[in-house]
């Protein structure tokens, strides 16, 4: 199985300044199609998890241009340029490459202010 | 974008069954693959198992594998996910998410891209 890890686990940022999670799974995400299937969502408390980024660095429609999807292989990062307050909640890196038979979550970073 | 709707908060005793349903309106799931994940109080996600509707062909994490069933009726959009042999660690939110299903000659994953409102189940004597 794969494994997924985040870090930090835990993340206090301030208005205006810049955030970055790394997400790290235990085998390669690049499909043999050329894709690298990882994606990010956040749960802002109380709600479902929405979806951010799909295949590594495409940004959902409507999810603002500050955040931003990069890495390949074993390694991945979420930035965020400039951090808004609706921005707290839980991030979740997950691995999709054995799509549909299997997908695997990191532990979530908690960004709070 | 297709909207996913689940079924209501329950409480069961251990060593019972629950099943949870989660309905599509504003489109059709056939085509796409349903997955059911759970989230313990103050914990993470954890994916629980999928199904194609279109083909009913089902995946289940290993941890779940023969204590659950997912299945969907094309007929009503709905599919459901049953658990049995509750314990009170099953006490969890159940969601419900969308993504597509690649082919060999096309991509049409692109993340799980709509959630249900997820679903109570609380297991206590």
């Known amino acids: 199985d794969i494994v997924m890890t985040q870090s930090p686990l835990s993340l206090t940022v301030t208005p205006g300044e810049p955030a970055s999670i790394s997400c790290r799974s235990s085998?390669?995400?690049?499909?043999?199609?050329?894709?690298?299937?990882l994606d990010w969502y956040l749960q802002k408390p109380g709600q479902s998890p929405q979806l951010l980024i799909y295949?590594?660095?495409n940004r959902v429609s409507g999810v603002p241009d500050r955040f931003s999807g990069s890495g390949s292989g074993t390694h991945f990062t979420l930035k965020i340029s400039r951090v808004e307050a609706e921005d707290a909640g839980v991030y979740y890196c997950m691995q999709a490459l054995q799509s549909p038979r299997g997908f695997t979550f990191g532990p979530g970073t908690k960004v709070d202010f | 974008q297709v909207q996913l709707v689940q079924s209501g908060a329950e409480v069961k005793k251990p060593g019972s069954s629950v099943k949870v349903s989660c309905k599509a309106s504003g489109g059709t799931f056939s085509s796409d693959n349903i997955s059911w994940m759970r989230q313990a109080p103050g914990q993470g996600l954890e994916w629980v198992g999928s199904i194609i509707p279109m083909s009913h062909i089902t995946n289940y994490a290993q941890r779940f594998q023969g204590r659950v069933t997912i299945t969907a009726d094309k007929s009503t959009n709905t599919a459901y996910m049953e658990m049995r042999s509750l314990r009170s660690e099953d006490t969890a939110v159940y969601y419900c998410?969308?993504?597509?299903?690649?082919?060999?000659?096309?991509?049409?994953?692109?993340?799980?891209?709509?959630w249900g409102q997820g679903t109570t189940v609380i297991v206590s004597s």
């Open positions: 295949l590594g660095s």
């Open positions: 085998q390669s995400l690049l499909h043999s199609n050329g894709y690298t299937y």
């Open positions: 998410a969308r993504s597509g299903v690649d082919t060999p000659t096309a991509i049409y994953y692109f993340g799980m891209d709509d």
